[in-house]
């Protein structure tokens, strides 16, 4: 298991209830802990602690079973079937499932790399912001937003406000600082019903956000640069202009599509090697093209598992083995299940202080009751996957009951 993300972790969790048997399970993903990212702008509004997002791994994994390396895949040859990590060591597998999430790309925006803050990897992006908090602390900061998505819509709103929490600073009693957004277009949002727009917009005005309707063209030490030509004062450029396939991908034989994301069809197999399967933001799904983020990822936890622990079942791998490259359908009479993502999700965005806009369809609503409807159910998803630590001196968790199977890493 590569990467432990919104649907590893419930991957992790049922194999705590339930394992799979003569399975040798391994989960590699560099952090210990996995940040559900829809309480990241409630983090840096500070409605949040970053712990009450995160979901600790390693109490997962060992309850799993599952041995668990804090370290990254740089690269996988699928054809032999082997995974490299940046600690040096190299792992074989005979099934691989995939839930690594999407990437930011550091080099595309001149000047970003050496002075902007990215919103991923997210523990990294929360590392900084407590730099860039601790800053304004001191003295009144600009903050530049760049990318007019949802995530730098509700980072712009969540750092005005934070900002605000602040006060007045300094001797002379200055405003802790100012958050422009620069859009890179006309308005924020694209692809999103009018009604969020145009609430997205009443915020970020109303908190008196400045917003340019312009891109970004180069990142300076102090300033942000725009296509007009304009110069935008900055202290702490925020990189959220959507996210790219990891790049460690490009080189590993796996059928992608055109802009590198993991190509996977309704059994969430890979699309060219049947013993690989994919989940989450790293996929592009052929058959059933569906927008990136969190609610899809946590949506195919359920098949994924379902699916990996088909195909680990001995039969199952038998069923592969006998007919390489083409076992949807298993002869152990426990087909694959098909999944089919919801047409549409629920989408809430946070507006800074405790209100927030939902859509689903053309259905739109806003105001502090969404806020709180959202925090009910970000704080019951996390809940769901933090088991309790185990209390000082306790036995290790005793083994889950097991399902045959074999070799699966
Ligand atoms: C600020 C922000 C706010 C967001 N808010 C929302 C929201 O409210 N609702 C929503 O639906 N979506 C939201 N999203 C989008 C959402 O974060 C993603 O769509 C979602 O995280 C995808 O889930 P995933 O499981 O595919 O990947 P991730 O959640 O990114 O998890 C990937 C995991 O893989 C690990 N990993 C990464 N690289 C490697 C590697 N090379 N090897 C091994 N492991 C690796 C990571 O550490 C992580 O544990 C937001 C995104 C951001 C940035």
Known sequence: MLGGGHAHVHVLREMGRERFAAAEVTLVTPFARQIYSGMVPGIVAGHYQADDAAIPLAPLAAAAGVAMHETAAVALDAARRQVRLADGRTLGYDVLSLDVGSDMDRGRLPGAREHAIFVRPIETFLAAVENVLDAAAERPLDIVIVGGGAAGVELALAFQFRLGLLGPIGARGHE???????????????????????????????????????????????????????????????????????????????ALDGQGYVVTGPTLQSGSHPEVFAAGDVTTRIDAPHPRSGVYAVRAGPPLLANLRAWCSAPGLAAAAATEGAATALTSGAPLKRYTPQARSLNILSCGQRRAIAARGNWVAAGRWVWWWKNVIDRRFVAGYVLPAAPAGAPAAPRAPVTPSAGTR
């Open 176 to 254: 802790a600082g100012r958050v422009a957004l620069v859009v890179g277009g006309e308005r924020v949002l694209p692809g999103y019903p009018e009604a969020v727009r145009r609430h997205a917009e009443q915020a970020l005005d109303r908190n008196r956000v400045t917003l340019f309707r312009d891109t970004c063209t180069e990142v300076r030490a102090d300033a942000v640069v725009l296509a007009s030509g304009a110069r935008v004062a900055c202290d702490a450029p925020v990189i959220a202009t959507g996210s790219e396939a990891p790049r460690w991908l490009a080189g590993s034989g796996l």
